[in-house]
């Protein structure tokens, strides 16, 4: 696990370099480039919305009011938001031209066989099997396919993970994810948590110092979306407090490719026990002195079916 509870957060460095673990931030600048007629792009932004692409799967219907559907769409990059050793983040805006109906979204993008897959991957591929049995040794083995099937993999439970938790808490009034626009190949298209007209995103918990009646109340909340992922069968896997976002005094929670399904994983429930150990360590030493980490994981058990 990532012993971080201690460094300072920041913005990038002047060489440009991004650390995956500091907050997000993201420069828009820049001019719009001009395309030729006969290319098949767009005169304006960068590609066509991806939203109706072959292969792509969309997000849980209804779809909130502020997600751009239209096929006229257009995507323009508007810069890097985070780096990582699996993945990248980037900030588009996707908006039909000549019109005011536009949204900023995160793009995460899945690094295939050039990069470092993630470590430690195995135990979090147990009880995920492809139906080809090809996929399945080439996984194993890894394989520059076998790496390539991974990468896509990784996208396909994030945005599977996200859809659930969505759906399942807006129907209990959690909403405690991001919501999930789209999924294509290895880019995963979901809600921007920040504010989309400066391109600064939410800070981190781990970067918050919250007074006594703040902490509670983000306690209070971090409780429900736990219950909400026990519920759904699932623990986040690599839950700590530098991959939860706090905006406008909502608690969201986000990198969730290595979500575990408790039951069929046979460490499920080691993955949820660790999550809730990270977590409320974190608050204890922020001045919460009545949680409770095994009286918590006993009750997400018990959520879960499992007690």
């Given amino acids: 696990m990532r012993q971080h509870d201690d460094m300072a957060a920041g913005r990038p460095n002047r060489r440009g370099g991004f650390d995956e673990d500091d907050p997000y931030w993201v420069k828009i600048g820049g001019v719009a480039p001009e395309w030729d007629d006969d290319s098949g792009i767009p005169h304006a932004g960068d590609r066509w919305s991806t939203w109706d692409d072959t292969g792509v799967q969309q997000g849980p219907e209804p779809y909130p009011d502020w997600v751009v559907t239209e096929l006229a769409a257009v995507d323009t990059e508007l810069g890097v938001l985070k780096t990582g050793k699996e993945a990248d983040v980037h900030l588009i805006h996707r908006g039909v031209p000549d019109t005011d109906r536009g949204c900023v979204l995160a ?33 194993a083995r890894r394989t520059a396919f076998g790496r390539e099937v991974i990468a896509g993999q990784w996208a396909a439970a994030e945005f599977t993970a996200l859809s659930r938790l969505w759906t399942v808490g807006t129907e209990l009034g959690v909403v405690a994810v991001p919501y999930p626009v789209s999924v294509l190949g290895t880019e995963l298209l979901m809600e921007f948590i920040g504010e989309p007209d400066g391109g600064e995103g939410a800070p981190r918990l781990a970067a918050l110092r919250p007074p006594a009646d703040e902490l509670r109340r983000l306690w209070t909340q971090l409780v429900d979306a736990l219950v909400l992922l026990a519920r759904a069968g699932l623990a986040h896997g690599d839950l700590s407090a530098y991959n939860i976002l706090v905006h406008d005094g909502r608690l969201v929670l986000i990198d969730l490719p290595q979500v575990v399904d408790i039951v069929a994983n046979p460490q499920g429930a080691a993955f949820l026990a660790r999550d809730v150990a990270n977590v409320t360590r974190w608050f204890a030493g922020h001045g919460l002195s009545d949680v409770d980490e095994y009286a918590l994981t006993r009750t997400l058990l018990a959520e879960a079916g499992m007690r």
Wanted: cysteine-free; hydrophobic content about 25%; charged content about 45%.
């Fill in 107 to 139: 793009a995460k993008r899945y690094r295939t066989t050039d990069h470092r897959m993630f470590h430690r991957d195995a135990g979090y591929l147990e009880g995920r099997r492809m139906r080809r049995s090809r996929e399945n040794r080439a996984m």
